[in-house]
């Protein structure tokens, strides 16, 4: 389970934020402000970083739903 504040802005680059992509799919990721657009960035290491151009967001194809601020984990 993950808390998210609502926000629909980056405070600090790396910060791990709730970001919609595609409209409806959302994804939890560290984010980078680019002078061009936002870098997603997984912790899992396999997978490389997502670039999203400023006109992604612009048009709402990529946008921040919130920052994560706790985490629970059942084991």
């Known amino acids: 389970r993950v808390l998210i504040k609502k926000q ?3 405070e600090n680059d790396g910060e791990i934020m709730a970001v919609r992509v595609n409209g ?3 994804t939890l990721k560290r984010v980078y402000r680019q002078q061009n ?3 997603l960035q997984s912790e899992n290491q396999k997978y ?3 670039f999203y151009p400023a006109s992604d967001i612009e048009i ?3 946008s921040v ?3 994560a601020i706790k985490v629970e984990i059942k084991l």
Do not use: R
């Open 8 to 10: 629909s802005f980056i």
């Open 24 to 26: 409806d799919e959302a």
């Open 37 to 39: 657009g936002l870098v």
């Open 48 to 50: 490389a970083p997502m």
């Open 60 to 62: 709402g194809y990529v």
């Open 65 to 67: 739903i919130g920052k």
